[in-house]
Nanobody, 113 residues
Framework: QVQLVESGGGLVQAGGSLRLSCTAS????????MGWYRQAPGKQRERVAQ?????TSNYADSVKDRFTISRDKNTAYLQMNSLKPEDTAVYYC?????????WGKGTLVTVSS
């Protein structure tokens, strides 16, 4: 089993920044991808960004040039700049170990206008 613990969410004004962290523990040998997803009220969960073990990253079009994902061993970070009200959502950390996906409990990000 893999446990994912997120932190860093909160309330911020539009144009502000937040940094999310996700630390993985447990059976993480073979963990090849870490990523962030988000789910806004009434909407489906969507992938925000992900990063592979070799450092390759990709982003949703809606966050390109504003968000940056990084990774240090078993911790993934999401630096979010120029936040917009439409970025308001619960952000979930995701990790893939071989063929199994794990999820954190989520952290709420609220961007006020």
């Amino acid at each position: 089993q893999v446990q994912l613990v997120e932190s860093g969410g909160g309330l911020v004004q539009a144009g502000g920044s937040l940094r999310l962290s996700c630390t993985a523990s447990g059976s993480i040998f073979g963990m090849n991808v870490m990523g962030w997803y988000r789910q806004a009220p009434g909407k489906q969960r969507e992938r925000v960004a992900q990063i592979t073990s070799d450092g390759t990253s990709n982003y949703a079009d809606s966050v390109k040039d504003r968000f940056t994902i990084s990774r240090d061993k078993n911790t993934a970070y999401l630096q979010m700049n120029s936040l917009k009200p439409e970025d308001t959502a619960v952000y979930y950390c995701n990790a893939k170990v071989i063929f199994t996906a794990y999820w954190g409990k989520g952290t709420l990000v609220t961007v006020s206008s």
